[in-house]
């Protein structure tokens, strides 16, 4: 019996968590409004529309603004006898029903001839506004990478390479967690569950959401040049073997725009086509590599890689994910005064000491441990917070290794081609 009982209440308790985690995000604000109109009723409309937009928006506040004119507002009289009729149970309701549920309920403080505008009814209203509270994370540097511009003659290859590169740039942004990444690609999608938000069967406060939609602080924005992907056989005049050969990658430029003010806060032109033994590699691929790499140069530029912590040999990064790769090298660099252009007196940084090196021993979601190499101070006894940096060893990446993998695999073939012409000889 018990047993039974335990299974029967379990479905009660999940609904009932999920219902709070639904309305989680949903808080209530208290404001006080005033409100003129040519009667009470465009009066108290005017004032629950200021209301609206105060809380969720101006786009909010409009749509509600034509839901309140169903509302019937039928007292003439003012002062505290009309107060009480418009604060009675039935109105209070029928402003709920028509806003479904966004203003919770009001109170009309005051209801009398506007002392400046002869003709004209002022209120005074306090209303509760349901607001959908949005998450901590909107409160980081908002970026949104818009679709790379691609030639008119540049065919399906330049715009799969486009795509990929976007799609790769959105996904190492994110992984970051240093910016709010908002989406320029599915817009349609989104403005379709924004139009779901307004039908008539969604939950009543769901509709608070709708005054939430972000702008955003920075774009990346770029052009791709050129893309190359080709593939062809080399062969050996003197055995009449062939290799296998490939020249693949992209060249394009981006820029990162500072939306308020128009700057360009960060521009490069970044040429990635190259040649090399071998078949040719998945241009999704290749795309991805490089949008890492415009990624890290970004963040890099905008918020260098923090040491948030100390611990006997290890160094604790404020970044983890995708971006941070176990075996990378970095140097360890501690800031120092600060800096300021003598002409334009603007900052031009800090002096950037470089103190030692350390080398990613673990990586997690957010953060990532490294071990300390070298180091010329006790980083124990000096760290404190906001004070250490680390940037990449040129040389320790994985472009490197890629090419002193090439130059083997072309060591070992001419030893087998000295091999077969040493060979060759010998038969005769």
């Known amino acids: 019996m018990r047993k039974y009982l335990k299974f029967a209440i379990l479905p009660f308790l999940i609904l009932c968590l999920c219902s709070s ?65 418009i604060n009675s149970e039935e109105f209070q309701q029928e402003v709920k029903t028509a806003t ?117 602080d920075f774009i990346v924005v770029g052009q791709i040049n050129k893309v190359v992907a080709k593939k062809w056989y080399k062969e050996m005049k003197s055995t009449g073997k062939k290799f296998p050969m490939s020249r693949y990658g992209g060249a394009f430029t981006y820029r990162v725009i500072d939306v308020a003010t128009g700057q360009i806060m960060f521009s490069q032109l970044y040429d990635g086509i190259r040649t090399s033994e071998g078949g040719l590699p998945d241009m999704r691929r290749v795309a991805k590599k490089d949008a890492e790499m415009v990624g890290r140069k970004i963040v890099q530029g905008i918020f260098p890689l923090v040491v948030v912590s ?45 103190v030692g090196v350390v080398q990613v021993a673990d990586v997690q979601d957010k953060t990532s441990r490294a071990k300390i190499l070298k180091c010329s101070l006790d980083l124990n006894k000096v760290f404190t917070p906001n004070t250490f940096i680390v940037r990449p060893i040129k040389g320790s990446s994985g472009k490197v290794r890629a090419v002193q993998k090439v130059k083997k695999v072309e060591k070992a073939v001419e030893q087998s081609l000295d091999k077969l012409e040493k060979e060759s000889e010998d038969d005769w």
């Open 21 to 85: 985690m639904a309305y989680a995000k949903i808080k209530y604000v208290t404001v006080e409004k005033n409100g003129t109109g040519e009667t009470a009723k465009a009066a108290i409309h005017d004032a629950l529309g200021q209301a609206l937009g105060q809380v969720n928006g101006m786009k909010m506040s409009t749509k509600e603004r034509a839901a309140l004119s169903s509302v019937r507002v039928e007292t003439d009289v003012l002062g505290e006898k009309g107060v009480e009729e």
């Open 310 to 354: 100390v611990s006997g040999k290890s160094v604790y990064l404020g970044q983890g994910g995708e971006t941070v790769k176990k075996g990378q090298k970095y140097n360890l660099i501690q800031y120092g005064k600060r800096m300021f252009d003598p002409y334009t007196k603007e900052s031009l940084g800090r002096e950037e000491i470089k």
């Open 100 to 216: 479904k549920g966004v203003i919770k309920n009001y109170e009309v403080l005051s209801l009398g001839k506007d002392p400046y505008d002869e003709g004209m009814i002022n209120v005074v209203l306090r209303a509760t506004i349901a607001k959908f509270q949005v998450s901590k994370q909107v409160k980081r540097n908002r970026i949104a990478v818009l679709p790379f511009r691609v030639e008119k003659n540049g065919g399906s290859v330049q715009a799969v390479f486009s795509k990929n590169l976007n799609q790769g740039l959105v996904s190492y942004l994110t992984q970051t967690r240093k910016f709010a990444v908002l989406d320029r690609d599915f817009e349609k999608e989104s403005n379709g569950e924004q139009d779901f938000l307004k039908g008539d069967n969604v939950p009543v406060e769901e509709m608070a959401r709708l005054g939430n939609r972000l702008g955003t």
